[in-house]
C-alpha cells in the first residue's frame, strides 16, 4: 500500500513537466493545448488521490476505535 503514496506524487511531477513543456512551446504556431490538458489531469488526479487517501486513513482510523 506504500506505492499509492508515491504515485501521488508521480502525478504532480507529470503535472509540473506538462506546464513546462506548455511554456517553452506556447510561441510557435501550434498552441500546445495538449499539454495544458494534460496538465490539468494530472493535477486534478493528484488532488483526487489525496482526498480519497485522507478519506480512507481517516475511515480506517475511526474502524480501528471502534474495535479497541
Known sequence: ??????TK???LIIGFVMVYDA??????????WLSVMLAGLAFFTYFFRTKFAKKFEDRDKQNNSKQS
Not at 23 to 32: A, R, V
Open 1 to 6: 500500500m506504500n506505492y499509492l503514496k508515491i
Open 23 to 32: 511554456i517553452s512551446k506556447w510561441n510557435d504556431e501550434t498552441k500546445p
Open 9 to 11: 506524487y508521480i502525478y
